[in-house]
């Protein structure tokens, strides 16, 4: 099983913020703002690009009210989802996160990674 499917079944703790049947959002144990929130399926999904498009669309919702519940809805956010290895991702079971609580800097190219043959 992997750590956010224990955290699902609360084999490892979180800090929760909500869920419903299908959906769980709670505080990264890392947080890179201040405000840093995780939100995934209780279904694992391995990624994004595998993600089915009818779980789209309950998914946004519940981001939605997640962000509502936290007042990010009023300041502002950044949703990111890394996918696979060049996005970074390193729990492969799907996960949003949400950053907010300060103004976030952009753009994240890493140095000497670009693939010129794309
Ligand atoms: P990724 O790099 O896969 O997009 O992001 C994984 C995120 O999961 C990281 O931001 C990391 O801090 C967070 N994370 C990893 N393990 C745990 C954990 O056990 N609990 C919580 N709350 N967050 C975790
Ligand atoms: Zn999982």
């Not at 769980?24 to 144990?29: E, G, Q, S, T, Y």
């Not at 890392?30 to 669309?57: C, D, G, R, W, Y």
């Amino acid at each position: 099983m992997c750590i956010f499917c224990k955290i699902v079944t609360g084999d490892i703790p979180s800090n929760k913020i909500d869920e419903n049947d299908e959906f769980l959002a709670f505080h990264d144990i890392n947080p890179k703002a201040p405000v840093h929130i995780l939100i995934i399926p209780k279904q694992h999904i391995e990624n994004f690009q595998s993600t089915p498009p009818e779980v789209m669309a309950k998914m946004t919702p519940f981001i939605q009210e997640i962000a509502k519940k936290v007042g990010l809805d009023q300041t502002g956010y950044r949703l990111i989802v890394n996918n696979g290895e060049d996005g970074g991702q390193e729990v492969m079971h799907l996960h949003f996160h949400m950053l907010g609580g300060a103004k976030l800097k952009w753009p994240h190219l890493a140095p000497d990674t670009v693939k010129k043959n794309i």
